[in-house]
């Protein structure tokens, strides 16, 4: 009887490590077939992550938007619509507090502080995991680039789906991240 | 065999106050008494294998290997998980030693964190580190009973103990309530092993690890880190003193009960830093967020509950004034007004009051140690009285002589009465 027990936990504990990592996988991999890609302007920095390695840090251009309400606090939950502008880039139209009145696509991100009528807030997908070799290249070649030619435009791929945002890729100029950095 | 007992016999047998058939004798006795050695070394090595291998495979992945595709990683991802659960699944069913169930555990443990990482590396999944580490914990928590490993208790402490300190210090400073779950969760486990056994190393490890891990997280759960943060402090060692002090521990040896020691070491230590004029000072202006206060008060609470069981069973035991220390250090700071020279007085009126009982226990116990102990509460209180206060030169030296002396005369005193206890059991025996 014990030992029954004991296998039915193990089956149960068995189940939930596959179903956790299993529903986070499905939830990306529904937003990525399913949802709307947009492209967000911006520019990385390379910290890393004693478990899930070097990662490059995104400060995306999209942060503020003018909002009349008046009470938001630093930490709070932001619904943020967004639309693309006249050059195909993603640019925030309105802030809420809940997302049931929003039509189009949203993405949920955190207040950062408000303050004379400007709302600013950090977007949630503001890592992209890379190769440990070519994590501090793909910094410093952005940040090279941007120097010598102002044009070159560096942007994050992101699909959209129901709130759900999944980061796919980073392009500077229609090149991919990871074949514009060199490895070290 | 003790290589120090064989010589000890080869000795004896020299001398011939044993023959070699008795010496024969004892060494056949002893090398039967141990056989658990070589057993639980391997057990120790089988962890420590798993725990490397499990470690190795976590930082291989955190590599991010971007020339495979998405699905190839998503698969790999899964891999350590898949073998690690095949191990502890192999481990129940044919229900295996100690060895396998350790080692098993331990790599399946970090297993869950390498998907986990690989996960949310392969989709750029923002979560914070609190919540990973959450995750993991929660994940992995049931293995400890479905196991009764030692090595996933280890685990799972550490990484509750990260997990709150990365939400209530560094990430998100929140209040990481989660904690709290997972040390429920751990507690039924580390009771029966206190039951079942007390006298074992891991034990005795953990009896220190576990108010290490409270004292690590508390200032967590506070969210201002002025001087009720002391009081917070103060109440948690005094929770730890009187948990030190029941029966169950006090059969054990000093250094193998961590509260008492934990919880006596810390009761000195912020009393000294509370007999500072600066401690108090900002004090009147203060108001106490209530979420601290309510802190306090459940530990508060707690000692008083503790100390007050121990008095209504009447359990064997003498008066002991470290015990009620929080509580007058409580009392203290409700006699905070404009004037602070009155708490300040009071503080180091209790500092001198635990130096002098340590060192009354001390004599009591004859135990050098505990007197030394108290003896150097009082001397750590003259020392910092010597810098913040303008007492004459001559008055602070015959302090220093006074204690000086009072060294002396204390372990001269202990000295004499082993002696004189010595003497007497002699005669006794003559007797």
Known sequence: MKKIIYILGFIVMVLAQWFIPGSMIYEQEITLETGTAYKFKTRPIDPSDPFRGKYIVLNYEVDEITAQDLDWNSGEEVFISIANDSLGFAKAIAAHKTSEVIKGDYVAAEVRSYYDGKLHFDLPFDRFYMKETKAKNAEIGVREAQRDTKDQICYAEVFVHEGTAVLDNIFINDVAIKDFAKEE | ?431
Request: proline share 3%.
């Open chain 2, 1 to 431: 065999m003790q290589i120090k007992l064989k010589n000890d016999l080869k000795e004896l047998v020299a001398a011939e106050v044993i023959s070699e058939a008795v010496s024969q004798k004892i060494s056949t006795y002893y090398e039967t008494q141990t056989p658990q050695k070589p057993k639980s070394l391997f057990t120790i090595f089988g962890v420590l294998g798993a725990l490397l291998i499990g470690l190795g495979i976590i930082l291989i992945l955190a590599h991010n290997w971007d020339d495979f595709s998405r699905t190839v990683k998503t698969i790999w991802a899964f891999v350590p998980l898949l073998i690690g659960q095949c191990f502890v699944g192999f481990s129940i069913i044919k229900n295996k030693g100690r060895t396998w169930k350790e080692a098993s555990g331990t790599f399946l443990y970090l297993a869950i964190g390498a998907t986990i990482a690989l996960i949310s590396q392969i989709y750029n999944i923002p979560g914070s580190m609190g919540s990973f580490l959450l995750s993991w914990t929660l994940l992995g928590a049931l293995l400890l009973y479905l196991l009764g490993s030692k090595a996933i208790l280890l685990l799972h402490l550490v990484f509750s103990t990260a997990y709150a300190c990365t939400v209530g210090y560094f990430d998100d400073n929140q209040v990481p309530w989660w904690y709290l779950v997972q040390i429920i969760w751990f507690i039924p486990y580390y009771i029966h092993l206190l039951k079942t056994a007390s006298k074992n190393n891991f034990t005795h490890v953990l009896n220190w690890l576990v108010p290490f891990s409270f004292i690590i997280t508390l200032g967590a759960f506070l969210k201002s880190d002025d001087n009720i943060l002391a009081l917070a402090y103060m109440s948690l060692f005094g929770v730890f003193y009187a948990l030190g002090n029941l029966p169950k521990f006090s059969v054990h040896k000093l250094r193998t009960i961590g509260l008492r020691v934990l919880g006596s070491l810390g009761l000195v230590f912020i009393v000294l830093i509370a007999s500072f004029e600066g401690f108090w000072s900002p004090l009147s202006k203060i108001t106490y967020a209530l979420h601290d206060v309510s802190v306090v008060l459940i530990l508060v609470s707690t000692a008083t509950f503790i100390v007050g069981f121990q008095w209504f069973k009447k359990l064997p035991q003498r008066f002991n004034f470290v015990q009620y220390a929080y509580f007058i250090f409580a009392l203290i700071f409700l006699t905070i007004s404009e004037e602070n020279t009155l708490p300040l007085i009071l503080v180091n009126l209790l500092i001198f009051c635990l130096g002098l009982f340590t060192i009354k226990i001390g004599a009591q116990k004859n135990n050098y140690g505990i007197l030394n102990y108290g003896l150097l509460i009082i001397t750590i209180l003259i020392i910092c009285r010597f810098f913040d206060t303008n007492i004459d030169f001559i008055i602070r030296g015959l302090l220093f002589v006074g204690i000086g002396v009072g060294f002396f005369a204390a372990n001269y005193y202990l000295y004499k009465k082993q002696q004189k206890n010595n003497i007497s059991t002699s005669n006794t025996d003559q007797l």
